[in-house]
């Protein structure tokens, strides 16, 4: 099992570039890649984006791939536009005329303006960066995914000592299940006499019909059952090494609605109290489960 948070970071050299790639990952329900690549990559940038995915299935992935120039390979390529900068010298020099100043431009002050000298980055061949791009991203994708589940292992730990904690309080809801149906009874022939009406046999056919009209009221056993069902369900979950996070979140939804039932079915003070102990224990759970992939 797997979270859905982590960080991962790789850094190859190729070519007197050192290229690093970084990548950190987020709760989402589905998987979503964002990744910024320098300009003269941005034509793999669909290739590096579908090898997160294939390792991916939920979460959003925040990536960047940044590239370093050696200080020779960085070296900016220089050209003088002379037509430029003749056409500039000839305006200036008839400028100069016409206002009666000296005619003193210079070199330097020539070469500052627009467009007589213009500097270029040397370009970068995607094709051969292709593969050192891709061998960076992999390393930050094993990290990526070694502290995802590193992560889902805490969660996974704490998802079973919370379930552990649910299955205590069902084994306690269905050993006072039972006591329901007696107490509901005594409660019966107590308000018979508290209205002055002849209490009927244990073996009276309308006492039996209103206890049995009780019992399948407020049996709650298909409901534990369920219940129970779905904690295996869950468990199984915890040890699993595929991604489980939806199913998960399913189970919690299915184990919420099975506890309301016998929250409303019950009828009883004692039944309500864990009720509502569940009910936090496994919101606790909701909680978790949106982190895990």
Do not use: W
Request: charged letters at 30%.
């Amino acid at each position: 099992m797997k979270s859905m948070t982590g960080y991962g970071r790789g850094e190859c050299t190729a070519k007197g570039t050192r290229i690093t790639v970084e990548l950190n990952s987020v709760n989402r329900k589905q998987a979503e890649v964002s990744l910024g690549v320098p300009t003269e990559l941005e034509s793999i940038e669909s290739d590096l984006r579908d090898l997160i995915l294939a390792t991916v299935s939920r979460g959003r992935v925040s990536g960047r791939v940044a590239l370093q120039r050696s200080g020779v390979d960085r070296a900016s390529g220089v050209t003088i536009n002379e037509a430029q900068a003749k056409a500039y010298r000839s305006e200036l020099t008839k400028l100069a005329k016409s206002l009666k100043i000296p005619d003193n431009l210079s070199l330097d002050s020539l070469l500052r303006l627009p467009g007589v000298m213009e500097t270029s980055e040397p370009t970068l061949d995607a094709k051969a960066f292709r593969a050192p791009v891709k061998r960076a991203l992999a390393q930050a994708i094993e990290g990526l995914l070694a502290m995802r589940e590193k992560e889902g292992g805490n969660l996974a730990r704490d998802l079973t000592k919370r379930l552990c904690k649910l299955r205590r309080i069902v084994k306690r809801v269905a050993r006072r299940a039972p006591d329901v149906l007696k107490h509901h009874r005594e409660r019966l022939i107590e308000r018979l006499k508290n209205a002055n009406v002849d209490v009927p046999g244990m073996d009276d056919e309308r006492l039996l019909k209103e206890v049995v009209y009780y019992t399948d009221r407020t049996d709650i056993t298909e409901e534990l059952t369920r219940l129970n069902s779905h904690f295996v369900q869950l468990e199984e979950c915890l040890s699993d090494n595929v991604p489980v996070g939806r199913k998960l979140d399913f189970l919690a939804q299915e184990m919420f609605r099975e506890i309301n039932t016998i929250g409303s079915k019950a009828n009883d003070a004692n039944i309500s109290s864990e009720v509502v102990t569940l009910k936090t224990e496994l919101e606790k759970i909701r909680e978790q489960v949106q982190n895990i992939e």
